[in-house]
């Protein structure tokens, strides 16, 4: 696709609003429709997008395998110990109430910080799977 | 403190460990991880059945959210029973992955498989505690498809067709069970499987959705559980898999599935709808005649000894679904009983095969001829399990049989006793074919010289091997709390 200059142009324009817009999805997840899942796919294809005009190698520079799969773990154990410091601060699992000295804010750091956790393993996962089979060879 | 959390972390660890596994990448890290979190995940569970025994029922709402609402984790004798048997035999197996991991897999990527380990673990027990129907769903998936890719891990490319035969299969029976819970919850309005039961009665008995969500449930769980016509997936899973993850999954999976069917049936729909209302004792009866049967007249014609027992496995599935079909409280005890013993009697017996694949890099007949002079402390576990697989007295499968023909005998049918000894006998041939090679036979002449299997495979093998005896002659536990989960289940109807 190295010859195409209205597509080159084109997704150097439109990827940093993707992300952008990943993020706003993300980060309002607990305002309005959105959250973790749909903000990590929206997130990844930016990546996807960029992947698939410049070449998987270059995207890859920026999120080598390594980085993607500890992503992938990270998230889920964001969401456990957020979990985890609920119940060590006195409340079940999963309780953000004792997050905060007021209850509400408790829980909505809690479900902020939860939301976190799922965007970051949802957006990961979407990105191994496509470099997963971008980069695959018959044997 | 940490004691009223005990049913939120015996799923919690094993779930975190496996992300940590992930992270720490190191090949000891991670086993040392997978150890740990196993081994508290089994203690947190033996302090569970402590309090169950002592307190009843615990209930656990999660995140706080009071049940029908929020997500409830329920233990009672049944669920406690399980989560004993899953994080008991993951303990013995998890110290014997690490060595045989060496032949089996690609070093380097050591700590994929155990996460994938903690995350099936967890999977499983994350089934047997909740009270969630959904949430039994969700976990039901983790424990599937991690189990894909631990069986995909196998020796050879075989073991790849193996886990997507599986994955294929468990996909429909996944399925099914969403639809099943999909259609009560369309019913009743809940989603927690106490609150179910009681709107159930609401709904009406002749609600067609009702029925309907009957009839996916019991294929659904009959997929995962491999009854016997729908079991094409599970002899080539286990035999393709690592010697470990045949054995994990022979004692744990098809048990865990075994669960959800009789939770279901038996404490969702009650009794007196599943089988007042439904004809359904009658074909759960010969379903699982034809399962004691069938299968294991198939290993007796197998020349791989994993295919052997896989097949085996099918058949043992037969006396638990006889147990369930005769719908009695000494009916489910023999049920229940027998998800323990199996579990203990067929991870032996996986495991010293894996100790046999070890050495001689295979688990056919032919090859293990006259491996018993050689290797004289594996094959002595070989047969203590296979003792224990035929039923012979002070062996854990003996108590299961005498429970399952008291049942038969106190309902007066006394030639089912007939047909459970018969299927027994069919055992020992398949068993004796083994023991005739192993023993008996000149081994082949380009047999290398092998030793004794290391000691950290033969420690576990031999640990579920006493245990068969062990719990062959005190049942106080086994049928103990058998008997607890059985009478709940019959008045739950």
Redesign the interface.
Known sequence: MKDYLVLRVITKLLVPFILLFGLYVQFHGDFGPGGGFQAGVIFAAGFVLYAMVFGVASAQRILPEGIL??G???G??IY??V??L??IL????????PLSHVSKEGQHLGIFLIELGVGTTVASVMMTVFFTFATWREE | MLKAHLPALVIIIPMTCAALCVLLRRKDWAFTVALLATWASFAGSCLLLVRVINEGVISYEMGGWPPPFGIELRVDALNVYLLIIVSGIGSVVAPYARNSLLLEYVEDRAYLFYSAYLLCLCGLMGVSITGDAFNLFVFLEISSLSSYVLIALGFDRRALTAAYQYLVMGTIGATFIVIAIGLLYQATGSLNMVDISKRLPEAGYDNTTVIAAFAFLVVGAGLKIALFPLHQWLPNAYTHAPSTVSAFLAATATKVSVYILLRFVFTVFGVRFSFEILPTATPFLILAILAMFLPSIVACFQKNVKRVLAYSSVAQIGYMILGLGLVSVAGLTASIVHLFNHALMKGALFLVLGCIFYRIGSCHIDRMAGIARQMPWTMAAFVGGGLSLIGIPLTAGFISKWYLILAVLEKGWWYLAVLIVTSSLIAIIYLWRVIEAAYFREPPDDLKEVSEAPLNLLVPAWILVLANFYFGIDTSISVGVAEIAAKALMGAG
Do not use: K, T
């Open positions: 799969r500890a992938i773990a990270g889920v154990l456990a110990s979990g985890l609920g119940l006195g409340e079940n699992y999963l309780n953000y109430s």
